[in-house]
């Protein structure tokens, strides 16, 4: 019997699961939409930015360092490190997050008159606060298990956590929110919060029923310190320029003339379109998350011929999966959001992001890959520099070009970011890569979407698309009978 590849069927069950929480979160979020509107969602979302600012500064790049430290002593055979590993990276957790909870609690008024723009959030923020240690050390935690591919326990742990999550936000909703938008907040918050404690304790309790060895103490301080700082740097100087985007956006687009409301329309892009695009991702985002170990433990154990292969791999099969969503998105935009969201300009918006699709689904790859290979400063550097460009092209173009000035710096930024960050990973990962195959890819994408546009109905269209995509694939050798052989393997057993 061959063993299977480990990390793909680990990417598939994880795909599945996270498909299965993507719908289900996608479908509350319409169900949030059509109770408190447009202008609703878009206060939940500067909220909701505001409060991922503060998790991404509390967490302090310890999810990342935990599964890259635990893989690395896993890649060398030393499992007995792994629980000081783990005793380190709570202490540090417990350190920072407390720090950035009880500063969140106190300038929640501040924040939320002063950037939100609506007092009535105060109360949503500072109930955050208190939630936010649980979950960075779930954090912690869901690192070490990622680390040590132990999935089919964190995927069962993740789906209790929706279920809990939901049941108490829905509840909350129904018998004390109502149709007010700062208690739909707080219902959110709440749920959320109760959902990382039922997290942490279940994982906490796995872990220590797992009686593992202990080996004796060694100075690991410089080494987390080392792997947490540049992600903690990279994240929190992102997280805060992306929460001044977020909180400057309705009011520079309200200098547009013509723009009725500018927090609806700014919901209806970040509220409803985004979720609609990134939904297929799930698989992509599983993936990406079993890669930063992966590549850490071959990176440990010096094995650059399976480094190579998984990111090369990786990359082919990303591109063609983030192409067929790609096609099927943009040709299903519009009677997808009506169905949806009964709103038209979330069609018209989606139909325009979707093309994006291949290089965001790519580039979350990518970015894995780095870590994975502890290039972790350098890609401080990338985030920095395409961050600070985008809140400089939003405050120069929205006020003359509108929405079509955001997209404007979405593309070029997000283009920047994955340029420099594919450049990084053929230099680390000493990659040869041929452009014939992503040229060709794309190639055939535009010419099968154009064809399928000339049908009638959105059924047809989409039949066609598939159909015809993957014919020009086949026809321009993008797949090949080698990807046929691989892609059986993962499914059947010999």
């Given amino acids: 019997m061959r063993k299977k590849s480990p990390i793909f069927v680990s990417a598939l069950l994880l795909t599945g699961v996270n498909l299965l929480l993507r719908l289900v979160s996608t479908s509350f979020q319409v169900y949030i939409s059509g109770r408190i509107g447009a202008a609703g969602v878009g206060l939940l979302q500067l909220v909701l930015s505001v409060g991922g600012m503060a998790m991404t500064a509390g967490i302090a790049g310890i999810r990342t360092a935990t599964m890259y430290l635990t893989a690395g002593e896993l890649g060398i055979k030393k499992p007995e490190n792994v629980r000081h590993i783990l005793s380190g990276c709570t202490l540090y957790s417990i350190v920072c997050s407390c720090a950035v909870a009880a500063l969140l609690y106190s300038l929640a008024p501040v924040l939320a ?119 903690a740097l990279a994240d929190d100087l992102k997280a805060g320029i992306n929460t001044v985007e977020n909180l400057m956006v309705p009011k520079r687009l309200a200098l547009f003339p013509g723009t009725g409301d500018p927090l609806a329309v700014f919901g209806t892009v970040c509220g409803m379109v985004f979720p609609v695009l990134m939904f297929p991702a799930a698989i992509v985002f599983s993936l990406a998350e079993l890669l930063i170990p992966e590549m850490a433990r071959c990176s440990a154990a010096g094995s650059r011929i399976r480094t190579r292969y998984l990111a090369k791999r990786s990359l082919r099969v990303v591109l063609i999966y983030s192409c067929i969503f790609c096609g099927l998105l943009h040709l299903l935009a519009q009677p997808l959001c009506q169905k949806l969201y009964s709103n038209a300009d979330a069609g018209r918006y989606l139909s325009l992001y979707a093309i994006l699709a291949p290089m965001l689904y790519c580039d979350a790859i990518i970015d894995a890959m780095n870590k994975g290979l502890g290039q972790q400063k350098i890609c401080v550097r990338y985030n920095i520099l395409t961050a600070a460009m985008d809140v400089l092209f939003l405050f120069l173009l929205l006020p003359k070009y509108g929405m079509d000035g955001y997209f404007f710096s979405f593309v070029i930024t997000h283009l920047i970011n994955f340029i420099l960050s594919l450049r990084l990973l053929i230099r680390t990962a000493d990659l040869q890569i041929s452009f014939r195959i992503p040229l060709a890819a794309l190639l055939s994408l535009g010419i099968a ?22 014919s020009l694939l086949t026809l321009c050798r993008v797949i090949s009978r080698e990807d046929l052989h691989w892609l059986k393997g993962l499914v059947k057993i010999k």
Avoid: H
Avoid at 454 to 461: A, G, I, N
């Fill in 113 to 231: 008159g002063k950037w939100i723009g609506d007092t009535r959030s105060s109360s949503a923020i500072r109930l955050f606060a208190c939630f936010l240690p649980v979950s960075c050390l779930c954090g912690v935690m869901s690192g070490y298990f990622t680390a040590a591919n132990r999935i089919g326990t964190l995927v069962t742990v993740e789906i209790a956590e929706q279920l809990f999550s939901m049941a108490i936000t829905m509840s909350a909703l129904i018998l004390w929110a109502g149709n007010d938008p700062a208690k739909a907040c707080q219902a959110v918050v709440l749920g959320s919060g109760l959902g990382a404690c039922l997290t942490l304790t279940l994982l906490t309790l796995l872990r220590l029923l797992e009686r593992a060895p202990s080996g004796k103490p060694f100075p690991m301080g410089k080494r987390l310190l080392d792997t947490a700082v540049p992600l």
């Fill in 449 to 470: 979407i154009f064809l399928a546009t000339l049908l009638s109905t959105p059924f047809l269209r989409c039949g066609a698309f598939l159909l015809l995509f993957g």
